[in-house]
């Protein structure tokens, strides 16, 4: 071990709209194997123990869980604490009945952190209340992480964020669903997006999605970990099979690379004696 | 014609250090092809008529230009009027004895503007100011045109910061250099980097490498124009071989595809609300 080496394992499956006892049963079976092959981080998808495509504002709140009280944490946290491992997984989390596309973040010694998803996707609209806890940077024994959920991804000012907090690795839950006119054996968009947001911020990125065919909507896997040279290091993998994508990663070296040579490194070239006049401001109304 | 159609043309080279005459009459001899072909709108190369790797102060100094008197602008100023297009084109920018890395933007009537690039890569420092123009949007009979020079890409503010004055298309005059550890049939990370920045601000990218060896220093060509969407519609281009890419792009798709869906436009979906407290902030001191 190197500075701080952590093995990473992003577990893509299927998850199965409403069977959430079933799903959290596969998770925790897959993170076993997981564990025992050495990996010390796992990240779980989006929305992983409930199903992604809900049909009511109803059906979304039955599957909805509390942090404090909900089944699945549970399982996860006692996951985290028989394998002594890290767990990064999506789900409904409810609070004061209010709903969030939420992300859990627990060690072996149980609640870390959560993340509620700042962007919402499309008829999450309808369900789900937008994040308001920011974008924290959760300190582990082998380095700072952060969150993001997948169409946060799509905002370089999420990644941004993480990485002036120090974020050495951002893990992603997410669902990705097809982009239009992707060309044969191109990466995918949402690859693409990790890798640009790995390399210029110098962090790794640890996208876990899911597979399968939801209620119509299908999602694309590709689960990729990625280093801060911005290359993928584990994946992608399957477009439709379940699998497990597995990479050794010296976090250390997100903090190293990001000096580029005798006059750059990457944090401290932005120019924000530019940038404050427009990224921090609303986008004029009429604007498009 | 539909909307807003503009053929674009970026014309890949290899500019000879120094050779200030004859770089200017081989880039407009190409433009003169490029626009016989029905290009409208021309990209040049970062320091085109210059050439890249500097050896002094006082050797930059030799090759710059002001805007007004320069004879590299006054033969493209020509040939933008003869041939009834515009160019944008990177050259040493001379004002007051201080020296910009900048990009001239002209039309038919003549001057529409410059940029100075406000990143500076490596040894860049030790010749030029940091650009002081910060990221203008300039209007054209075809729509908003930005420019960003090389390492600018390298910043996802830049490319936000145009896109949130409704540029439809950005130019990037570049001379990119080797990434380290770019795995086999990958595309180029500089290539990465404008494919997920065009499809994050939902904007055309026109990007202009230079080729060759200049004192040692290789250049890895892959000009590319990119659509909204984030795919290329031209190039890349050959890592080594001159060559002139080329696609007519209907810039109205770039306002057009920012709506997604009912709920989601990718510039009002940006929580405002969470950003401004730090990306408009300088780095910490002492932070990496």
């Not at 049963?25 to 997981?34: E, N, Q, R, Y």
């Not at 004061?96 to 959560?114: E, F, H, M, Q």
């Not at 308001?132 to 964020?161: K, N, Q, S």
């Not at 060309?183 to 996208?207: D, G, Q, R, Y």
């Amino acid at each position: 071990m190197s500075e701080a080496e952590v093995q990473i394992s992003c577990i893509q499956f299927e998850p199965r709209i409403g069977e959430t006892e079933q799903n959290v049963a596969t998770s925790v079976s897959l993170i076993g194997d997981a564990a025992a092959g050495g990996s010390k981080l796992i990240v779980l998808p989006e929305l992983c123990n409930s199903g992604y495509v809900l049909n009511s504002r109803e059906e979304a709140y039955e599957l909805s869980e509390t942090v404090e009280t909900g089944n699945s944490i549970a399982a996860w946290r006692a996951a985290a604490a028989d394998m002594d491992i890290h767990i990064v997984a999506g789900f409904i989390e409810r609070q004061d009945d209010r709903l969030y596309n939420s992300a859990v973040v627990l060690g072996p010694k149980g609640l870390i952190g959560t993340y509620r998803k700042n962007h919402l996707w499309n008829a999450e609209a309808l369900y789900f209340e937008r994040g308001d806890l920011g974008f924290p940077v959760f300190h582990t024994p082998f380095g700072r992480i952060g969150v993001l959920i997948c169409y946060d991804g799509w905002f370089p000012e999420a990644w941004r964020l993480l990485a002036l907090q120090g974020a050495d690795l951002v893990c992603v839950p997410t669902n990705w669903v097809p982009m239009a006119e992707q060309p044969a054996n191109s990466p995918a968009m949402a690859n693409i997006l990790c890798m640009a947001a790995a390399h210029s911020n110098s962090m790794f990125v640890a996208a876990c999605d899911r597979i399968g065919t939801e209620r119509g909507q299908p999602f694309i896997g590709q689960s990729l970990i990625v280093n801060p040279n911005g290359w993928p290091v584990a994946g992608p993998a399957s477009v439709s099979e379940p699998g497990t994508v597995t990479a050794v990663c010296n976090l250390s070296a997100a903090r190293r690379q990001r000096t580029w040579n005798s006059f750059n490194q990457v944090m401290r070239d932005r120019r924000t004696d530019l940038y404050p006049e427009m990224l921090g401001t609303p986008t004029r109304p009429g604007w498009y």
